[in-house]
């Protein structure tokens, strides 16, 4: 169930049924922004990013590069977890070995490295949909009903 915290928005842990091919789901956590926030020109009321769920509560400046980012859409969240993994992933000193191990060994093992369908699937199972704001894009969380 998404929750708040005291830097004004509102998280979900991503998780989704286990899979081989997703060895680092509690890796990453949606965020979405509140009003507030979402001033600059690459946000907006609602909008839903995603960052690291180990350093996204320590200060900016002892974060490595692209500790979150906004997808622009269901069919940009595999390209833009793809960046993300090869930017972030491997340099952010927070996410502990195991689980980078654990990683490694399943991307050397597992050669389909996913499809963009199977991450649209997965978005829209958790709550994720398209959503464009005075001409802007991007995801927002809505919860199935029941949920």
Same mark, same amino acid.
């Given at each position: 169930?998404?929750?708040?915290?005291?830097?004004?928005?509102?998280?979900?842990?991503?998780?989704?049924?286990?899979?081989?091919?997703?060895?680092?789901?509690?890796?990453?956590?949606?965020?979405?922004?509140?009003?507030? !926030?979402?001033?600059?020109?690459?946000?907006?009321?609602?909008?839903?990013?995603?960052? +690291?769920?180990? +350093?996204?509560? &320590?200060? @900016?400046? $002892?974060?490595? =590069?692209?500790?979150?980012?906004?997808? @622009?859409?269901?069919?940009?969240?595999?390209?833009?977890?793809?960046?993300?993994?090869? &930017?972030?992933? @491997?340099?952010?000193?927070?996410?502990?070995?195991?689980?980078?191990?654990? !990683?490694?060994?399943?991307?050397?093992? $597992?050669?389909?490295?996913?499809?963009?369908? !199977?991450? #649209? =699937?997965?978005? @829209?199972? &958790?709550?994720? #949909? $398209? #959503?464009?704001?005075?001409?802007?894009?991007?995801?927002?969380?809505?919860?199935?009903?029941?949920?």
């Amino acid at each position: 169930a998404p929750s708040s915290n005291a830097k004004n928005t509102t998280t979900l842990l991503l998780s989704r049924r286990r899979t081989r091919n997703t060895p680092c789901k509690t890796t990453r956590e949606s965020f979405k922004a509140k009003t507030s !926030y979402a001033s600059s020109p690459r946000h907006f009321p609602g909008r839903v990013g995603l960052r +690291c769920v180990y +350093c996204a509560n &320590v200060p @900016k400046k $002892d974060q490595q =590069s692209m500790p979150y980012f906004y997808p @622009k859409g269901l069919s940009d969240l595999y390209r833009s977890t793809c960046t993300w993994q090869r &930017v972030h992933f @491997k340099n952010c000193s927070y996410i502990p070995s195991s689980v980078k191990r654990k !990683y490694y060994n399943l991307k050397e093992s $597992d050669k389909t490295r996913g499809k963009t369908a !199977y991450w #649209i =699937s997965s978005g @829209k199972e &958790v709550g994720l #949909i $398209d #959503i464009t704001f005075n001409g802007k894009v991007g995801i927002t969380f809505q919860p199935k009903s029941g949920v």
